[in-house]
């Protein structure tokens, strides 16, 4: 009869086994490794030594609240020769007999993610974590490409997308997944959502998929029904007051990471961090995936359709002012995260990229939260695949008709050119460039397969609404220089292709906006009655933005929407277009002083020039990086005054903890010019 071991003392050996599970980032104190592979414990016997064939320990890992052998939280396994099986648990002996045992424990490549406890013999309890392995082949999240595992993984700060289709601006961010504390809170989150608390056992046991993992996290990174992270706040939307619209927290503007709002949420209870935006929501959500082990990428879809009646036809209705009165929105841009899996549920041909969409908009299945859908299945017009395929096809493909209200109240039709889903936007692998991944959502305008496409969504519709053509022609052109703070010109071109001359009305409007399309305070206006385009004509008519009349208007998006509508005397027709601007904000220099290495106190300059016509007050600069300020925001304020045309200049020290290519991100904000962003990226020597 083998004899049952008995252990003395055990060593985790974290160090080498955070390390090589690439964990290790979240320090070296516990014990956190990724199912799929295996890491060691060495054990002490009390007496006698380890035999093979004569020694026995019995191996019961277990998880949650109420460990099953049914839901798969608990198992229950020998030391052996090891199991060829990548769903089970294993345990070998890798060290020769002796009273010191290296033991070799592999967890299932789907086990639940979460906290486990193992339990060796009798005598020996230990405590781990276990995330998802995109590195092991039997994983779901499994990624055979080393270069994006650090991208999408292991990279703790990324770029976000901004601003207008014409004008794409980059945003840095601090993903900081592996910031002291934050998995800790991201476990928590997973312990919070309603689903645990409804059946913490069957909740437990799906945290083997990401599928459910990631539809979770969908739902509760926004707090809209559940106790979830971050409460959404659109002042134009929700039609606040414009004199403290963000009261009782923070402008989504304000934030440059998600260390901050994780902490917060966890601090205060789970009361949700207030406030967001979608890309807010969008980073929280891809620091959560990152940190538990799912590759993840923050997406930015440009001319973003939010389809609320379902079907794929987004419909404005304008006054004369350009304002829309109807309840379909386009959003200048939106952002949601794509995760990185298997869809066994789902053909083969759907693994990949997944959409996921944390951002409250709509409610899939009684739940605020959207997907996982596989991008590949957008992209093909499979409607019917979970999960929310017609929402997520909307947004990049839906059909925009407008129409103008008379004063008789009726309402014509328009010809308008507008573009539903472009430059479709994400960080790049391995630097800080745009990738444009447009084409892994949609084929090519006018191709074969866009056309059958459409057909299987039942979307003809716009391919029709596509082969309209005209003979009068309406274009929008803009300065290059737009500085937030100077004056400029704007110009609607038409134009007369046909061979007859027209006599139009040309109406050319300006107002600020929000990114989101609600319209605010107008920043100048044309109304010409009698514009005459001979044939082959075509009449350029200048509007004139001037700083003292849109600088009070703008919102923290310093965007200004452009309108044109032409309407021809003799047939009645109306044309109209669109065009948003972002107005540019002045340029942030970052200096790093001093020679960059892990625990050594660094500077960091940061310069930005006043360009408004006048003074700046409340001037404050702060900064936060991964593994650079100690995952807190550092601030350093200005006491006095900056005057048109000078400097606002500051130093603030930090000290980085750890080696490596780090991001310093960097904000300004004061009284009139808001939340200005700039990044610097430092290598950080041993």
């Known amino acids: ?70 839901y798969g939280t608990r198992a229950v396994f020998d030391v052996a020769a090891g199991s060829d099986s990548p769903s089970a648990w294993s345990a070998t002996v890798t060290s020769p007999p002796g009273n010191v045992v290296a033991l070799s424990i592999c967890p299932a490549a789907d086990a639940p993610i979460g906290r486990w406890t193992l339990t060796l013999g009798g005598s020996c309890r230990i405590d781990f974590i276990l995330l998802f392995n995109p590195w092991c082949s039997g994983d779901s999240v499994y990624m055979d490409n080393e270069e994006y595992l650090k991208e999408y993984v292991l990279s703790q700060d990324g770029i976000i997308y901004r601003g207008t289709l014409e004008q794409i601006l980059p945003f840095p961010w601090n993903f900081g997944q592996f910031e002291y504390g934050i998995l800790d809170v991201c476990l928590k989150i997973l312990d919070t959502n309603p689903k645990y608390l409804r059946n913490p056992g069957k909740d437990c046991s799906g945290r083997r998929n990401p599928i459910y993992v990631s539809r979770v996290l969908s739902a509760m990174v926004n707090c809209n029904g559940d106790a979830g992270v971050v409460l959404g706040r659109w002042p134009a939307l929700d039609k606040l007051s414009s004199d403290n619209p963000y009261e009782g927290g923070e402008s989504p503007m304000s934030w440059k990471g998600s260390v901050d709002i994780l902490l917060n949420w966890d601090s205060s209870s789970c009361s949700p961090v207030r406030y967001g935006q979608c890309w807010v929501f969008a980073a929280v959500a891809c620091s959560v995936s990152r940190a538990l082990g799912i590759p993840c990428r923050v997406v930015t879809n440009y001319i973003s359709a939010h389809d609320t009646n379902r079907n794929l036809l987004i419909e404005y209705f304008y006054d004369e002012n350009g304002r829309n009165h109807g309840r379909d929105m386009i959003w200048t841009f939106h952002c949601w995260v794509e995760n990185w899996m298997t869809r066994p549920d789902l053909k083969p041909e759907y693994d990949g990229w997944q959409v996921v969409d944390p951002t409250p908009q709509e409610k899939s299945e009684g739940v605020y939260c959207c997907g996982p859908v596989s991008v590949k299945a957008v992209k093909e017009g499979e409607l019917a695949t979970k999960y929310d395929a017609p929402f997520v096809f909307a947004e990049v493909n839906a059909d925009k008709v407008d129409y103008i209200r008379q004063a008789d109240g009726s309402n014509k039709k328009m010809t308008s050119f507008t573009g539903v889903g472009q430059k479709i936007s994400t960080k790049s692998v391995g630097n800080d460039r745009r990738e444009d991944i447009t084409h892994l959502y949609k084929y090519p305008e006018g191709s074969e397969e866009e056309r059958e496409t459409f057909r299987k969504a039942d979307h003809l519709n716009k391919l029709l609404h596509r082969q309209e053509s005209q003979g009068l022609k309406l274009a929008i052109e803009v300065a290059t220089e737009k500085r937030k703070g100077c004056d400029f010109d704007v110009t609607a071109v038409a134009s007369n292709s046909t061979t007859s001359e027209k006599k139009c009305r040309l109406l050319f409007s300006s107002m600020a906006v929000s990114y989101t399309g609600v319209v605010k305070d107008n920043c100048g206006f044309k109304d010409l009655l009698n514009v005459e385009l001979p044939p082959g004509g075509e009449r350029r008519v200048p509007l004139r933005l001037n700083y003292s009349k849109y600088c009070d208007a703008l919102t923290e998006d310093n965007l200004i929407r452009l309108a044109a509508l032409l309407v021809d005397y003799s047939t009645k027709e109306t044309i109209f277009t669109l065009r948003d601007i972002v107005l540019d904000n002045p340029e942030i220099k970052v200096r790093i002083l001093g020679e960059p290495k892990q625990n050594r106190k660094l500077a960091a300059e940061i310069t930005v020039q006043n360009p408004l016509p006048e003074p700046l007050s409340n001037c404050c600069f702060s900064i936060e990086g991964a593994n650079l300020t100690g995952g807190k925001t550092i601030k350093e304020r200005l006491e006095s005054t900056v005057e048109p045309g000078e400097d606002a200049k500051v130093k603030i020290y930090f000290k980085p903890n750890h080696s490596g290519l780090r991001k310093l991100v960097v904000d300004f904000n004061s009284s009139k010019l808001c939340h200005v962003k700039g990044y610097k990226n430092v290598i950080i020597g041993k």
């Open 1 to 70: 009869m083998a004899q049952a071991l008995d252990i003395a003392t055990w060593d985790l050996e974290c160090e080498f086994n955070n390390t090589d599970h690439r964990t290790e980032l979240n320090g070296m104190d516990r014990l956190i490794v990724r199912r799929g592979q295996p890491f060691s414990i060495k054990l002490k016997l009390r007496y006698g030594e380890y035999q093979a064939g004569l020694s026995s320990l019995t191996c019961i890992a277990e998880t949650g609240p109420s460990p099953s052998d049914q």
